[in-house]
């Protein structure tokens, strides 16, 4: 089993900045693909949103369109644990960030359902 493990989260002002990072441990956990959702006040588990992702090897990134030039998803040499840098939040980047992790290295298609591990969530909220 996997558990992912989210921090940094909190109250930021628009314009502002903030980093989550995501930890994964387990055995099982070896080669895996991660990125992070989001779901929005008032939307269901089933609405959640893809924000980016990052395969194994980290050579290669995918971003929303709506977040792209302003967020950076990265990941640490060790592997098991990777970042979201976000820069010029908008109000409208409010939601519950959740990391998830696959079984593939690689990172295929943006549906939630795909995803086989979640972290608990951790609350960005950002005030206008």
């Known amino acids: 089993q996997v558990q992912l493990v989210e921090s940094g989260g909190g109250l930021v002002q628009a314009g502002g900045s903030l980093r989550l990072s995501c930890t994964a441990s387990?055995?099982?956990?070896?080669?895996?693909?991660m990125g992070w959702f989001r779901q929005a006040p008032g939307k269901e588990r089933e609405e959640r949103e893809f924000?980016?992702?990052?395969?194994?090897?980290?050579?290669?990134?995918y971003y929303a369109d709506s977040v792209k030039g302003r967020f950076t998803i990265s990941r640490l040499s060790a592997k098991n644990t990777v970042y979201l840098q976000m820069n010029s939040l908008k109000p409208e980047d409010t939601a519950v960030y959740y990391c998830?992790?696959?079984?593939?290295?690689?990172?295929?298609?943006?549906?939630?359902?795909?995803?086989?591990?979640w972290g608990q969530g951790t609350q960005v909220t950002v005030s206008s």
């Open positions: 998830a992790a696959r079984r593939t290295s690689g990172w295929y298609g943006t549906s939630s359902n795909a995803n086989d591990y």
């Open positions: 387990g055995r099982t956990f070896s080669s895996n693909a």
């Open positions: 924000v980016a992702a990052i395969t194994w090897s980290g050579d290669t990134t």
